[in-house]
Each structure stands twice: as structure tokens, then as C-alpha cells.
């Protein structure tokens, strides 16, 4: 049912991401070329508009093309633009919350059912990517949580006997184990997830965009949502050029919001985060480091992460904004922490440095929220998006499909509430990062 009348629209090859090479890095230079899209012109119909074309957004879009339902996706900027194009590409399962205190934050039968959901999460994007032959590099050897210290070493046995007593394939490694993993001896043991993995965050998402057109979506980039109204029939969503008219909308736009939906992203607070990737260590290199590819992060405060990619660069991030003084220092500290971690690398040139904003809730879980009757979102991954955003797109399918009620939804409807000194927390993770790096000589 969808009609596009389209008076000559601006075609986008998706290659620019505004010219700045701190906001995608490494994942632009190698991911494979976004599909061509149009910008949305002139009056549009379908039976659903989703707005925002990261992980949430296009997962919505295949799904529910790939049942026949039209589809219009309204991408205010480029596929992957938001935190899809920027972010790590740790596949997890489950959230950072421990898995015994998701069913008390949440009671019993939505803790439980999130817990599953999120805890198969990287099996749900691993079969995406096999069924629609996706090229973004995906590593299936699991992630690596590196304890840091005896509190680090704790926190790891907690999450390793939670996930064990519910059947999940983790391990816990001792540090010979985990000195044989990573190549380093930085680590007082670590957490071996087998469910995950590692992927090209960028690629995965505009693979997620090429299978959601073939399946008959319609994409739009370059067409920021201004406003939403109600029609006799549904819903009207208008940009500065075109409108689209609907029965449902599905927000997708998460910390990256803005327009009439910029309520999702003022109930997180912004947690910078940047990465940094080397030229490809040498090949004796890749002898001793991550032979087997995992992706690692560890359990400090002001955390660290690093993984290898296809070609053998090693991408290193932590927390902290790459503008500003920030960029000189976290640049030092990173170059100083990697020779730290990892002595045997010894001084390597980086080739790409980006960061984006990850959007962090008050309790660290994402929400459902519903802004009218038919217009509906999850959001609120803190940090941990690739799965949960697959997986919340499938099942917004669902509901939309009439598969799922939504009592039988993941997550209890919330309305959007802004925390309290939001912009403060923001200004203070900035700052409080550039202390913590400028402080932190070792890492
Ligand atoms: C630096 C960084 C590192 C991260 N590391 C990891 C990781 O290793 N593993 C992991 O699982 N997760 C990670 N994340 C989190 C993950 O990237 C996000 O949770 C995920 O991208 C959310 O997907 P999404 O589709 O909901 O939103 P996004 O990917 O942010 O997409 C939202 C899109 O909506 C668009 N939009 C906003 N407003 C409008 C509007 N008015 N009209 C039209 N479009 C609009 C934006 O332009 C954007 O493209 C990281 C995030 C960052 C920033």
C-alpha cells in the first residue's frame, strides 16, 4: 500500500556522514557501500513509518517487509548515522545489569522473559546475518569481560554462577587462561561468553538496510522528522519535504533523537565513549594477541575495550569525547594504555579515531514506550544495542503483526522521564573522563 510520489529526490550513496572523520572512523573506511536512498518528497503512504535508521529501525523495517506489510523508513541523516555506525561491535547477551537483579527491577515474569530474550539476543543477529548473507566481518568466538583487580575478579564470579545456574554457555578463566587468550597479563581472569561475538557495526547495519529493501521497505535518508499528527485514519509524519501517512509509527531513534521524539533521548544521559584503531599488527603479532578473536572490555568504573577486526587492527576505546582538550588526552592515554596492556605492540601509529554518545537510563535497562495508540518504541540500550536492537525490531514486528499482545512484550510500557541534572551528569562524564585519563598513566 505504499505510493511514493517522489519529484526528483536527492539520491545518497551514504559515503559522506557530514565529512567529519571523527564520527564513524574505521567502520566508514571499510564497510561495504550503504544502499541508495532517496529523501523522502511529496505525499507518502504505508501501512507503518518508522523513524530512525540504526539497528531498532531496520530490524522493524526487514521484519515486517518480509511479511508483507509496507514499510517507509525516515532516516534524519545517513543508515547507521546514530549509535549503529559508531559503536564497538561487542555482540553481547543480556545488559550490564546482573542477571539475578533483572527480575527484581522488573519482576519476575518480565525479568525472566528479558533475560531469555537478550540472553539469545546475539543468536538472533547471527541468523539475520546468515539467512540474508550480511558481509560485517562477524567473529562467533564469544566476548571476554576482563576482571581488573580482586573486586573485578568478584564481579565476574557473580555474573559467571548467575548465568551458569541458568544454563548459559559462560566460563570463568583463570589468568594463565586469559594471558593465553588475549596475550596479555593484565587480568586477574576473565568471563569467556561463548553466545557472543564481534561484528563491523557499520556493516551490519547498512547489510540490515540492503535485505530490508529487497524485501520491499522503502528507505529514506536525509529526511528528518519535523512533526506527527493524527489523521481520520491513522497518523501523519511530515518532513521539510515529503509526508507519510500510517497506521502505525515505531520511534527508532533513541540517543540520537531529535524533533518530536527528542523526549527518548532526554530521558538518557549521554555517556561519551571513542575508539581508536591501529594500522593491522604484523602478522608475528597476531600470533600472541586475540588469536581467537574475542571482543574484551574490563570491569573498571571508567572502562576500557579493545577487539582485533578482520585486517588485524587493534580497536581500543574507552570513555571520554574526542573534541575539545579531550582529544589530546584521551589520544595520549590511549597510546600509553595499549602500550601498558598490551608491551609487545610497542609504539603503533593509529589510522582512525571517532566517538559517539551512548545513551545511558537510570536503572541501565531500555524502555518501552507508547507516545499515542499506534505509536510505539524501545529505546535505552546502555551501550549494548546490537542485539537488543535486532531483537526489539522483531518484536515490534510482531506486535504489529498481531503475533504479540502487549502484555507479551519484553518490556512494561513507561512514558519518557527526564532524569534529574541531566546535562550536569553529561558535562561531568566528559570532564571526569579527561581527569581519569589524564591521571591514569598506567591505563
Ligand atoms: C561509541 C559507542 C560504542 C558502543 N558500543 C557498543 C557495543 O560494542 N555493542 C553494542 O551492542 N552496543 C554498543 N553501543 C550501543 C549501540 O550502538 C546502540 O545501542 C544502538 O546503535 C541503538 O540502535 P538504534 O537503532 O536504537 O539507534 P541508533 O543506531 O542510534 O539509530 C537512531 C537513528 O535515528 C535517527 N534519528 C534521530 N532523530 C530522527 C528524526 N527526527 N527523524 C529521522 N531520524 C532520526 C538518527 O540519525 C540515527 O541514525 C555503542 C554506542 C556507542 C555510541
Redesign the pocket.
Known amino acids: 500500500m505504499s505510493g511514493l510520489q517522489a519529484p526528483a529526490p536527492s539520491i545518497s550513496r551514504g559515503h559522506a556522514m557530514l565529512n567529519d572523520p571523527r564520527s564513524h572512523g574505521l567502520w566508514e573506511k571499510t564497510a561495504p557501500a550503504a544502499p541508495v536512498t532517496t529523501t523522502l518528497a511529496g505525499a507518502a503512504k504505508a501501512d507503518v513509518v518508522i ?8 530490524s522493524t523495517a526487514l521484519h515486517l517487509a518480509e511479511a508483507g506489510t509496507s514499510v517507509i523508513l ?19 547477551a543480556g545488559m550490564w545489569v546482573m542477571p539475578d537483579d533483572l527480575p527484581v527491577e522488573l519482576g519476575p515474569v518480565y525479568g525472566e522473559r528479558l533475560l531469555d530474550l537478550l540472553g539469545n539476543g546475539p543468536r538472533t543477529v547471527m541468523d539475520l546475518i546468515d539467512r540474508h548473507g550480511i558481509e560485517c566481518e562477524l567473529e562467533r568466538s564469544g566476548t571476554l569481560h576482563c576482571a581488573v583487580g580482586s573486586a573485578g575478579r568478584k564481579e565476574i564470579e557473580a555474573r559467571a554462577e548467575q548465568w551458569q545456574r541458568r544454563g548459559a554457555p559462560v566460563d570463568l578463566l583463570d589468568e594463565a587462561e586469559t594471558e593465553h587468550k588475549i596475550g596479555t597479563r593484565t587480568y586477574q581472569g576473565s568471563l569467556l561468553d561463548r553466545r557472543a561475538g564481534t561484528l563491523q ?1 557499520l556493516a551490519y ?1 547498512r547489510g540490515l538496510a540492503h535485505a530490508a529493501q529487497k524485501a520491499g521497505a522503502v528507505l529514506h535518508t536525509a ?4 512533526t506527527y499528527d493524527k489523521t481520520a485514519e491513522g497518523w501523519r509524519v511530515s ?1 521539510a519535504e515529503g509526508t507519510v501517512d500510517a497506521q502505525w509509527i515505531v520511534v ?10 527528542a523526549a527518548v533521548r532526554e530521558e538518557q544521559v549521554h555517556l561519551p ?3 581508536f584503531a591501529t594500522v593491522p599488527l604484523s602478522d608475528n603479532l597476531r600470533k600472541s594477541i586475540l588469536t581467537e578473536r574475542q ?1 574484551c572490555w574490563d570491569t573498571k568504573e571508567v572502562l576500557s ?1 579493545f577487539r582485533i577486526d578482520k585486517a588485524g587492527r587493534m580497536v581500543f ?1 574507552s570513555v571520554g569525547a574526542l573534541r575539545g582538550t579531550g582529544l589530546g588526552i584521551h589520544r595520549a592515554w590511549a597510546q600509553r594504555a595499549l602500550k601498558a596492556i598490551f608491551p609487545q605492540i610497542g609504539d603503533i601509529a593509529f589510522e582512525s579515531e571517532w ?5 545511558m537510563t537510570t536503572n541501565a535497562l531500555p524502555r518501552f514506550h507508547k507516545f499515542a495508540p499506534g505509536v510505539i518504541g ?2 535505552g ?9 535486532t531483537v526489539f525490531g522483531k518484536t515490534i514486528a510482531s506486535h504489529i503483526l498481531g503475533q504479540m499482545t502487549e502484555e507479551e512484550l519484553p518490556l512494561p510500557l513507561t512514558d519518557p522521564h527526564a532524569p534529574a541534572f541531566r546535562t550536569l551528569k553529561e558535562a561531568w562524564y566528559e570532564a571526569g573522563a579527561q581527569v581519569a585519563h589524564l591521571a591514569g598513566a598506567r591505563f
Not at 75 to 87: D, T
Not at 223 to 226: C, F
Not at 355 to 359: A, E, H, K, L, S
Open positions: 523513524v530512525g535508521g540504526g539497528y531498532t529501525g531496520l525516515l532516516e534524519a541523516k545517513e543508515i547507521g548515522f546514530g549509535g549503529a555506525g559508531r559503536n564497538v561491535g561487542l555482540v553481547n557495526p547495519a529526511s528528518p522528522v519535523e518532513t527508532a531513534s533513541d540517543a540520537y533523537s531529535h524533533g518530536p521524539f565513549y571513542f575508539n571482543g575495550s576505546g566517538y559517539g554518545q551512548i545513551g524501545f529505546s540500550y546502555n551501550g549494548r544495542g546490537i542485539s537488543p536492537g
